[in-house]
């Protein structure tokens, strides 16, 4: 709900009037308020999203409704509830469950909840001829869940970090990586206490590189060039490693603050100093660009 329609409903319930649409007349009303959320209210005050003196208007008798997966063997009794229902609806035998059908529906994280469930049971009652279900009849009906791994998600008004800044933040990490690797291949090559043999083996199996182009975890690199006979650095093949610690070396003096401030002044240049279009070239809200180009200290 809208911050301004708050503010309305807030003054409904403190003191029981309204104004119509199109009117300057006030008039009472008398209502009991019954409001729903699916949100953590406690947080969206503290975000701002949400007025606490509203919040604790509507907070007087408040009734927590778990989701259909935290309900237990619930979900039993609203099966059956909702099979006896469809039955007569359809003029059909009801649908019950084997004991594999039941662990399977127990066992469901029901994401759309009831409304899911229910659908769920309309659907085997009208399509399934045979109304006994068992586990294989009732994964036919039930959808995959999707994968939860977490995902980058862009809000335009965020002040944080931008994908563009994500991906800078990701690039001198990798920089950083290459630069330690380095320092430990020279710490190898100038140990006087190696033995030739050994730099033999690290010189050669260095060779190769640059043929080589899969990432590898710091731990095992660091494994890999402390012994080269290993049977993890079989799988793998390097080349002359000089180039690029030559590379790293030479952007040692880049700061990501540096490459902000460069990317900000060319799309300054490019739009007339236009900070909208700016913003938008740079997939950055308004407001950070501003922030940031009182940060830098840009000239427009």
């Not at 059909?92 to 009831?114: A, H, M, Q, S, W």
Request: a negative charge; hydrophobic letters at 35%; proline letters at 3%.
């Amino acid at each position: 709900m809208p911050l301004s329609t708050q503010a309305r409903l807030l003054r409904v319930l403190e003191y029981g009037e309204f104004i119509k649409v199109g009117s300057s007349k006030v008039q009472k009303t008398d209502v009991r308020v019954l409001a729903a959320t699916n949100i953590d209210l406690h947080k969206a005050v503290d975000k701002g999203e949400f007025r606490e003196d509203l919040f604790y208007r509507l907070n007087t008798v408040p009734i927590s409704v778990p989701p259909l997966r935290e309900r237990g063997e619930d979900i039993f009794l609203l099966f059956r509830k909702f099979a006896s229902d469809f039955s007569e609806k359809y003029r059909t035998k009801p649908i019950t469950l084997t004991e594999d059908g039941k662990e399977v529906l127990l066992n469901y994280r029901f994401p759309g909840n009831i409304r899911q469930l229910k659908n769920l049971v309309e659907q085997i009652s009208i399509l399934e001829t045979d109304k006994i279900i068992s586990s294989d009849i009732l994964l036919k009906y039930l959808p995959r869940e999707q994968n939860l791994i977490p995902a980058l998600y862009k809000n335009k008004n965020d002040e944080g970090f931008s994908e563009r800044e994500l991906l800078y933040k990701v690039l001198f990490e990798m920089r950083r990586d290459v630069t330690e690797l380095k320092k430990l291949v020279n710490g190898i090559i100038s140990d006087e206490n190696i033995d030739t043999e050994a730099l033999q083996e690290h010189t050669k199996f260095f060779k190769n590189l640059e043929d080589d182009k899969e990432d590898l975890p710091e731990e095992k690199t660091r494994a890999i060039l402390i012994n080269p006979n290993t049977e993890s650095s079989k799988d793998f093949v390097y080349s002359n490693i000089e180039d690029i610690a030559h590379e790293a070396e030479a952007e040692e003096s880049l700061s990501l603050e540096e490459k902000e401030k460069e990317l900000i002044i060319k799309a300054l240049k490019k739009n007339n100093n236009k900070r909208k279009y700016a913003a938008k070239d740079l997939g950055i809200s308004e407001r950070t660009l501003y922030r940031k180009i009182k940060q830098f200290e840009i000239e427009e």
